[in-house]
């Protein structure tokens, strides 16, 4: 069975800190492994990454996928209480729908 | 594209009754899926269609649930009996494909007591 895992499940920061979100992943078939961000209720896409595309950045989030590591981290710099969120990670494998992990609970206090 | 749709947004339930939710997914999708969300976890997957055909069902979605996609555009999801640990909130997405990301409605949660 596919299985996603992201640590920590919870992180409380301060503003203007950087954070690095983990999510290892243990699936038959990669195809792609996606960010998503979720405050009140839907998640919200960040980023995908595949074989072709490892590292992708988008103003003060960036993320990279290891293959090799079967993993991915997603870091947030100058974190501010607008990202406060929870923070999804979900892999494509084969033909079977996304598989997510728990989620990080990040909160950025000012 | 004025992203996907779900409708009620809220819907409180008492065990036992009956409950059916919408989703429109954005209309060039063709893939439409139904997960769950409870506290602390992430979304579960219950099934997906491809147009009107409903490829896969997971293990989570038992007899009492049923999804239609009966014009390949709009899905429900009804649940018959509720339960109270059916309480959850329920996320519909859509895609353009096998390879491509999810766009997410903001959900239904449902509340049974």
């Known amino acids: 069975e596919d299985k996603v895992v992201q640590s920590p499940l919870s992180l409380v920061v301060h503003e203007g800190d950087t954070v690095t979100l983990n999510c290892s992943y243990e699936?038959?078939?990669?195809?792609?492994l996606l960010w998503y961000k979720q405050e009140k209720k839907a998640p919200t896409f960040l980023f995908m990454l595949?074989?072709?595309?490892i590292e992708k950045k988008s103003g003060r989030l960036s993320s990279i996928l290891d293959k090799k590591e079967l993993s991915s981290i997603l870091n947030i710099t100058a974190t501010q209480t607008g990202d406060s969120a929870i923070y999804l990670c979900?892999?494509?494998?084969?033909?079977?729908?996304?598989?997510f992990g728990k989620g990080t609970r990040l909160s950025v206090i000012a | 594209d004025t992203g996907v749709s779900q409708n009620p947004r809220h819907k409180i339930t008492k065990r036992g009754q009956n409950v059916t939710f919408r989703c429109d997914p954005i209309?060039?999708?063709?893939?439409l899926y139904w997960y769950r969300q409870t506290l602390g976890q992430g979304p579960e997957f219950l099934t997906y269609?491809?147009?009107?055909?409903?490829?896969?069902k997971s293990r989570l979605l038992s007899d009492r649930f049923s999804a239609e996609r009966p014009k390949g555009s709009f899905s429900t999801l009804e649940i018959q009996r509720t339960e109270q640990g059916d309480s959850a909130m329920y996320l519909c997405?859509?895609?353009?494909?096998?390879?491509?990301?999810?766009?997410f409605g903001s959900g239904t949660r449902l509340t049974v007591v």
């Open positions: 595949t074989s072709s595309g």
């Open positions: 997405a859509s895609s353009r494909g096998q390879n491509y990301g999810y766009t």
């Open positions: 699936v038959t078939n990669f195809r792609s």
């Open positions: 209309s060039e999708h063709n893939r």
């Open positions: 269609f491809q147009n009107e055909a409903q490829l896969e």
């Open positions: 979900a892999v494509l494998s084969g033909n079977t729908p996304l598989v």
